[in-house]
Antibody, heavy 121, light 111 residues
Framework: QVHLVESGGGLVKSGGSLRLSCAAS????????MGWLRQAPGKGLECISY????????YYADAVKGRFTISRDNAKSSLSLQMSSLRVEDTAIYYC??????????????WGQGTLVTVSS | QSALTQPPSVSGAPGQRVTISCTGS?????????VHWYQQLPGTAPKLLIYDKNYRPSGVPDRFSASKSGASASLAITGLQPEDEAEYFCQSYDSSLIGEVFGGGTKVTVL
């Protein structure tokens, strides 16, 4: 079945960098848009970035634009998020998700189990 | 401040019907963009529950249904079960923010 597994989370100081990875299986990764979403402790959900099937489309939320870089390796069915200039407010669980581009609003299905990123001051 | 507004919590007894509202604006739901709903069980990742007009992914019970009117949408749970205790999020697209947006989430408690 469709499976997404994130890794790379951890504790980092403000201003530091971290790279998240997502390993995908059970579907045609190279034909799927993929994205990263996050959920701050006790807060709601936020779509921070997604990437098209061949890097033709890349979206960043304003909150991470210029600091985060999304990339994919279709040969390895892998998605990455390079995070730099991290801020305390970037502390969250980061989820990898397949982005279903259909209709008038993209949707996210399925989601990985998430990886926790904690940014300390 | 979420672009979509949901009540923080709703509750009901087993077997009851509860509804969760999701209020948007003319740049998202009111503009006709699709609304999707997610269920997040305690300690787990969100799961797509209902998408577009009122479609349920395979495995989602038919006691979950969704509707939309004007700039608002709602999720109904008919015949509330203990396993429905979770947080529920609505999601749409916002043309002013130019991206997908979520509601703040509603915690459903089964009394």
């Amino acid at each position: 079945q469709v499976h997404l597994v994130e890794s790379g989370g951890g504790l980092v100081k403000s201003g530091g960098s971290l790279r998240l990875s997502c390993a995908a299986s059970g579907f045609i990764f190279s034909g799927s848009y993929m994205g990263w979403l996050r959920q701050a402790p006790g807060k709601g959900l936020e779509c921070i970035s997604y990437i098209g099937v061949s890097d033709d489309t890349i979206y960043y939320a304003d909150a991470v634009k210029g600091r985060f870089t999304i990339s994919r390796d279709n040969a390895k069915s892998s998605l990455s998020l390079q995070m730099s200039s991290l801020r305390v407010e970037d502390t969250a669980i980061y989820y990898c998700a397949r982005v279903i581009v259909a209709g008038s609003a993209n949707r996210f299905d399925p989601w990985g189990q998430g990886t926790l990123v904690t940014v300390s001051s | 401040q979420s672009a979509l507004t949901q009540p923080p919590s709703v509750s009901g007894a087993p077997g009851q019907r509860v509804t969760i509202s999701c209020t948007g604006s003319s740049s998202n739901i009111g503009a006709g963009y699709d609304v999707h709903w997610y269920q997040q069980l305690p300690g787990t990742a969100p799961k797509l529950l209902i998408y577009d007009k009122n479609y349920r992914p395979s495995g989602v019970p038919d006691r979950f249904s969704a509707s939309k009117s004007g700039a608002s949408a709602s999720l109904a749970i008919t015949g509330l079960q203990p396993e429905d205790e979770a947080e529920y999020f609505c999601q749409s697209y916002d043309s002013s923010l130019i991206g997908e947006v979520f509601g703040g989430g509603t915690k459903v408690t089964v009394l």
